[in-house]
């Protein structure tokens, strides 16, 4: 403040707040000012937040295992589609969706057979784990749920989907095993490369209700990898399903 040539009451004014509310912000180092106002502070005295509340900046920067969230959603519909498609199309050698049904993204993704047929040309690997629609875990799933497009009929949208992509080295479609299916059905695991956008599915709710996790890949053994590996373990002991099934069921 002497710096800028401001008195407390002078800076509270700049700042919408009282005299008395300034003088405590110098007199406790530990109080912190709501967001806004620490924001027109720092523009009223011509300096970074870092210097007048330095624990608040410590406090947003991510270690550990944290800094491998990106981005977390209270419902995996609030996650703009703009976010999937970009995973999508920057991904060059994995796509993986491990969703029971995964029948969201023909709806999410315009033209999406026409950009995985693009992705497969390109040499990058795509994978689509499902639940089997004639099992007994979707059979459960769909009373729970209780919704008119059924778990078993949005599974088998998406296999017609892919049978549009018909016969492709690089396209592989699995149904997960009776033993795996409980798991399966309570976590969607979906990588892009290094990235994923994981949901784990909380009682009743459907996907789209549930919440999700942006991740991005730091080490080894963090919270990516760990995702990863359970969707890559049911992947190892799937059913796969052949194009022209694809097209039939």
Known sequence: MQSAGLTPRQLAARVGVSGKTVERWVADADLIPHARNREDACKALGVDEEMLWPKVVKDRIKTGGDREIVRSYPYRSSCPSTVWGELIANATGELFFAGYTNYFLWLDQPAFVSTLRQKLDSGC????????????????????????????TRIRITLEHLGKLGSHESLETRFSTPDDAVNHVSLSVFRFDNEALVTP??????????????LRRYDDGGMFARFAEHAEELWSRGVPVEPALNRQR
């Open 125 to 152: 690997r795509v994978r689509f784990l499902l639940g089997d629609p004639d099992g007994e875990v979707t059979r459960n799933r769909e009373i729970i749920e209780d919704v008119a497009l059924t778990v078993s």
């Open 201 to 214: 599915h909380l009682a009743r709710m459907v996907g789209h209700d549930s919440p999700l996790l942006h």
